[in-house]
Nanobody
Framework: QVQLVESGGGYVQAGGSLRLSCAAS????????MAWFRQAPGKEREFVAT????????YYADSVKDRFTISRENAKNTAYLQMNSLKPEDTAVYYC????????????????????WGQGTQVTVSS
């Protein structure tokens, strides 16, 4: 497994931007497929974005496509989620996740596809 620590959450007005970071340790970082999920109050945790080591398998939830970008710096063992044009409905706790296998399709991405999780970081977007 991998130890993951998120940072970069905070409070921002609608239309603003935030960049989340996810620092990894343990298993060789380049072997991991990384992902971001989020959980809004009273809702189930949902998939946001995923990227394998090379970027050849990169997928986004429809709700964030063209606004969010997942990236990674393998040399720094860190993954990022750049969030632009934020909306109040983006308010949630954001979780970083890591898994051993590349995601083959944007459909039906499950929490069970990933074996390591961070503690989460709060993102609040005001209207």
């Amino acid at each position: 497994q991998v130890q993951l620590v998120e940072s970069g959450g905070g409070y921002v007005q609608a239309g603003g931007s935030l960049r989340l970071s996810c620092a990894a340790s343990g298993r060789t970082f380049s072997k991991n497929t990384m992902a971001w999920f989020r959980q809004a109050p009273g809702k189930e945790r949902e998939f946001v974005a995923t990227r394998n080591w090379s970027g050849s398998n990169t997928y986004y939830a429809d709700s964030v496509k063209d606004r969010f970008t997942i990236s990674r710096e393998n040399a720094k063992n860190t993954a990022y989620l750049q969030m632009n044009s934020l909306k109040p409905e983006d308010t949630a706790v954001y979780y970083c996740a890591a898994g051993l296998y590349a995601i083959a399709s944007a459909t039906n991405i499950r929490e069970s596809d990933f074996d390591s999780w961070g503690q989460g970081t709060q993102v609040t977007v005001s209207s």
